[in-house]
């Protein structure tokens, strides 16, 4: 039996996602952020108080991330990349830049922060079908995103080690590694998923990636210190959909896991919950855009 859960496995509140996404632990205000995509949904779990807020945004969005500036989140969406001011009744959105001219007849999937500051996402087909998406990196004062790869159908993972970034098509049941300072298709190192669909993906400190296996009702956790993925154990869930996790807590040693409830015939109790398990690991710390 694995001894990298500490707790059992429970689900945070009643809250049932059609297509969790894109947790996000901000540590100033010790709050976790995530979003349902296909509900036009960011939610917020504040742990102090057992409590999670929910509001809907008027755009389909796939992540809200953190900046340098307390309380503004960079909200990644189909209309562009906006700065949302996270202040109750004066709460607003603002255009930072907008979505890809090249990306007709996609939405945003992936998204996450760089060590640099900058922000990474991804682009995938609306029937995620079609191998039409891409890969961009915006960073303030850049004109629009620029786009790193084409050709990619369901993307998912960021995850920064090193001089290594690592992503995954779900769709093809592959993880993929490059050059930490932006992907170069030309210099990819190409693994398979060991057979299971590779969703969104949590890193620990001591280079560990944790992958939410979309179908396969577990997480995955591989060792990625020496450059490819060494597949370490399976870790079964209460959900049949887990999309992705992310640490936080005080000491970023506890797991939060998100989930969907899409398409599935006969939903369980906790499919499309925000989960949570204490863990042995300590996560690796989120990064900030950088404003200027």
């Known amino acids: 039996m694995s001894d990298f ?20 632990w901000c ?17 917020r779990y504040w742990p102090g108080r057992q409590h999670i807020e929910q ?36 709460a607003r959105l603002e255009m930072l830049c907008p979505y890809p001219a090249d990306a007709a007849g996609t939405r945003p999937n992936e998204a996450a922060i760089a060590p640099d500051g900058s922000l990474w996402f991804s682009t995938m087909d ?6 039409i998406g891409g890969w961009y990196r915006f960073a303030a004062g850049d004109a629009g995103p620029r786009k790193m790869m084409g050709h990619v159908t369901i993307p998912n993972t960021l995850a920064w080690y090193g ?4 992503f995954a098509d779900s769709a093809e049941k592959r993880f993929y590694a490059s050059d930490a300072a ?12 060991d ?16 992958n939410a296996r979309f179908g396969h009702a577990c997480l995955s956790r591989y060792a990625i210190g020496d450059g490819w993925p060494a597949l370490l154990e399976h870790l079964p869930l209460p959900v049949r959909q887990p999309s992705c996790c992310a640490f ?20 369980g109790e906790f499919d499309g919950a925000l989960l949570h398990v204490a863990t042995r690991a300590t996560g690796a710390p989120q990064h900030r855009f950088r404003l200027e």
């Not at 932006?182 to 998923?193: E, G, Q, S, T, W």
């Not at 057979?195 to 944790?210: Q, V, Y």
């Not at 807590?249 to 599935?264: D, H, Q, V, W």
């Open 5 to 24: 859960f500490t707790s059992p496995v429970h689900a945070i509140g009643d809250y049932r996602a059609a297509l969790g996404e894109t947790p996000v």
């Open 27 to 43: 540590s100033r205000s010790q709050s976790l952020l995530w979003v349902d995509i296909l509900r036009h949904r960011l939610l």
């Open 55 to 90: 509001r809907r945004l008027d755009c389909l969005f796939s992540g809200v991330l953190l900046t340098e500036r307390e309380e503004l989140f960079l909200v990644v969406s189909q209309q562009g990349m906006l700065l949302y001011r996270y202040d109750g009744d004066n």
């Open 195 to 210: 057979g299971l669909t590779p969703d969104g993906s949590a890193l620990t400190s001591a280079g560990e990636l944790i």
């Open 182 to 193: 932006a992907i170069n298709p030309d210099r990819l190192r190409v693994f398979d998923a």
């Open 126 to 131: 609306l029937e995620e079908e079609r191998p």
């Open 163 to 166: 001089d290594i970034v690592w």
């Open 248 to 267: 936080g807590g005080p000491g970023r040693n506890e797991l939060f896991i998100t989930s969907a409830g899409k398409n599935l015939d006969s939903p």
